[in-house]
């Protein structure tokens, strides 16, 4: 049996998390945003100290750290530490070394520096910053105002895979199905909805080496981005990618994925109620059509379980993640909605114990 775990306890994550703030919180947020700029403001009209003076990698880490702090930036060391590293050329911090940390940095680079934090001072995720992040073993261009791909989402895809791995032999089938050609090796077909930066899709094609694909969004920007990640990553010649609404485009989608294995989707599932509770850095830059799920969290999520059954061959599976409160409210909505041929299997909880993943065949 194959398995893939590619959810790391200790991953560090910035910024964009579905916190929800107090109201005392949502003050002192503003005002560090606005302290944030009246610095930036003051310090942009002379920022000769920090780019002419003599200052090392990790001199520059502290400068920063303090700067975020002062300004209520969240996860201060986090970010100055990200930033520094991107600009020196490694993944993170510990991936450089003493001498590389120790060098006197040029003036190109802290000119770079100050660019980058800058952004990161007016509440721009990390992500956005340094355009790029890693996911499972990808690592994905990043833009806004698409989705970041959060850890729990590696979660999902651990889970996918362990799944399928168990039931490779009696789930994937050969079959026809819409755009694959027939003499292509019996290999799961996915269908992701909602592939903001493409990072559920491409971490499965990068499993599933003769799998293939469709992905959909509504959003240009993200399909133009999966694209995007899926040439960088050599898989799109196994990719189909388009800009379609699972709601609005409900038949045209059918049409087009004719049979597919697998229907998997991190759908927008946060409750309307909750939206404007969510952190600056989300509600600033990234797109809420990806976050709003309507007034239960569930208005996306019940369409595409309308349209699984439509397109997934016999035993083929839904995967999504969703909001704890959703499992059982998806469990009774299914009992009242009779005939639609799919069966809720199992309820999966993230690395913090939360009822996140939901799992479902169509029977």
Same mark, same amino acid.
């Given at each position: 049996?194959?398995?893939?775990?590619?959810?790391?306890?200790?991953?560090?994550?910035?910024?964009?998390?579905?916190?929800?703030?107090?109201?005392?919180?949502?003050?002192?947020?503003?005002?560090?945003? *606005?302290?944030?700029?009246?610095?930036?403001?003051?310090?942009?009209?002379?920022?000769?100290?920090?780019?002419?003076?003599?200052?090392?990698?990790?001199?520059?880490?502290?400068?920063? +750290?303090?700067?975020?702090?002062?300004?209520?930036?969240?996860?201060?060391?986090?970010?100055?530490?990200?930033?520094?590293?991107?600009?020196?050329?490694?993944?993170?911090?510990?991936?450089?070394?003493?001498?590389?940390?120790?060098?006197? *940095?040029?003036?190109?680079?802290? +000119?770079?520096?100050?660019?980058?934090?800058?952004?990161?001072?007016?509440?721009?995720?990390?992500?956005?910053?340094?355009?790029?992040?890693?996911?499972?073993?990808?690592?994905?261009?990043?833009?806004?105002?698409?989705?970041?791909?959060?850890?729990?989402?590696?979660?999902?895809?651990?889970?996918?895979?362990?799944?399928?791995?168990?039931?490779?032999?009696?789930?994937?089938?050969?079959?026809?199905?819409?755009?694959?050609?027939?003499?292509?090796?019996?290999?799961?077909?996915?269908?992701?909805?909602?592939?903001?930066?493409?990072?559920?899709?491409?971490?499965? *094609?990068?499993?599933?080496? +003769?799998?293939?694909?469709?992905?959909?969004?509504?959003?240009?920007?993200?399909?133009?981005?999966?694209?995007?990640?899926?040439?960088?990553?050599?898989?799109?010649?196994?990719?189909?990618?388009?800009?379609?609404?699972?709601?609005?485009?409900?038949?045209?989608?059918?049409?087009?994925?004719?049979?597919?294995?697998?229907?998997?989707?991190?759908?927008?599932?946060?409750?309307?109620?909750?939206?404007?509770?969510?952190?600056?850095?989300?509600?600033?830059?990234?797109?809420?059509?990806?976050?709003?799920?309507?007034?239960?969290?569930?208005?996306?999520?019940?369409?595409?379980?309308?349209?699984?059954?439509?397109?997934?061959?016999?035993?083929?599976?839904?995967?999504?993640?969703?909001?704890?409160?959703?499992?059982?409210?998806?469990?009774?909505?299914?009992?009242?909605?009779?005939?639609?041929?799919?069966?809720?299997?199992?309820?999966?909880?993230?690395?913090?114990?939360?009822?996140?993943?939901?799992?479902? +065949?169509?029977?």
């Amino acid at each position: 049996m194959m398995w893939w775990k590619v959810f790391s306890a200790c991953r560090v994550y910035l910024a964009p998390c579905f916190r929800v703030k107090s109201h005392y919180h949502c003050r002192s947020e503003d005002t560090g945003f *606005l302290g944030a700029v009246a610095f930036l403001n003051a310090l942009s009209r002379n920022p000769c100290r920090f780019i002419h003076d003599k200052m090392t990698g990790i001199n520059c880490v502290t400068y920063w +750290q303090k700067i975020f702090e002062e300004n209520g930036i969240s996860e201060p060391q986090q970010s100055s530490e990200h930033i520094i590293s991107h600009v020196l050329g490694g993944k993170t911090i510990h991936n450089l070394t003493e001498e590389a940390l120790s060098r006197s *940095l040029t003036t190109e680079q802290k +000119q770079m520096i100050w660019n980058l934090c800058s952004k990161r001072l007016h509440h721009m995720p990390v992500q956005y910053v340094i355009e790029e992040w890693d996911f499972c073993a990808l690592t994905l261009k990043i833009k806004p105002p698409v989705f970041i791909p959060r850890p729990e989402t590696e979660e999902l895809v651990s889970l996918v895979v362990s799944e399928l791995a168990e039931e490779e032999d009696v789930l994937f089938s050969v079959e026809n199905a819409g755009w694959q050609n027939s003499h292509r090796a019996a290999r799961p077909l996915f269908l992701e909805i909602g592939c903001g930066s493409g990072a559920i899709v491409l971490s499965l *094609l990068h499993f599933f080496k +003769q799998s293939y694909a469709v992905a959909v969004d509504k959003s240009a920007e993200a399909v133009n981005l999966t694209r995007q990640n899926a040439e960088r990553l050599c898989v799109q010649h196994r990719l189909q990618a388009l800009q379609l609404n699972v709601i609005s485009d409900f038949q045209k989608l059918t049409r087009i994925c004719g049979s597919v294995d697998v229907i998997v989707s991190n759908p927008p599932y946060v409750f309307h109620e909750d939206m404007s509770g969510l952190m600056p850095e989300i509600l600033r830059y990234e797109d809420c059509d990806a976050l709003d799920g309507g007034t239960d969290g569930l208005k996306i999520i019940k369409a595409i379980l309308q349209l699984a059954p439509t397109v997934l061959k016999d035993r083929g599976k839904v995967f999504l993640e969703v909001d704890p409160r959703h499992p059982e409210m998806i469990q009774n909505w299914l009992q009242a909605c009779t005939g639609l041929q799919l069966t809720y299997r199992a309820t999966h909880r993230d690395i913090c114990g939360k009822l996140r993943f939901c799992e479902l +065949q169509r029977s």
